[in-house]
């Protein structure tokens, strides 16, 4: 149905509907994922106060799919972390150090990271 309103060009209408729709007592968990999606496509300035608020109703691999697909990878370095892949967090954050690096959640997540090959590459790429 969001894929139809999309060919059409009526993104702006769908993204109201569903933003409507998280209103509702019992709003499903597909409704913030969609969003979340349409964002990440069309508003992704929008996104991170979406998933900020409502990470844990998504279901965050096809979020963090989407994330990847636009280039967002602060979302996606946040939705690794809520979603408790501390490894995806580290590699996320040094192949994209530019834009996703951050020293606390590094830290972090490097305190929690099962694979210790992780924590080798991050101390031969940042001595």
Excluded at 2 to 14: K, M, N, T
Excluded at 22 to 29: E, P, Q
Excluded at 36 to 60: D, F, Q, T, V
Excluded at 80 to 105: C, I, P, Q, T
Aim: proline share 2%; hydrophobic share 40%; charged share 25%.
């Amino acid at each position: 149905m969001i894929r139809a309103y999309e060919q059409r060009g009526y993104f702006e209408q769908c993204l109201q509907l569903l933003e409507a729709g998280l209103a509702l007592d019992r709003a499903h968990m597909g409704m913030f994922t969609e969003l979340a999606i349409m964002y990440s496509r069309y508003r992704p300035a929008k996104l991170m106060e979406h998933l900020g608020l409502y990470w844990s109703r998504l279901n965050i691999p096809r979020v963090i799919a989407a994330c990847e697909a636009a280039n967002l990878w602060n979302e996606q370095v946040f939705l690794h972390f809520h979603n408790e892949e501390y490894d995806k967090v580290v590699s996320v954050m040094l192949e994209h150090s530019g834009s996703a690096f951050d020293h606390d959640r590094l830290s972090k997540a490097l305190l929690k990271c099962g694979n210790s090959e992780t924590i080798y590459n991050v101390r031969n790429k940042h001595p």
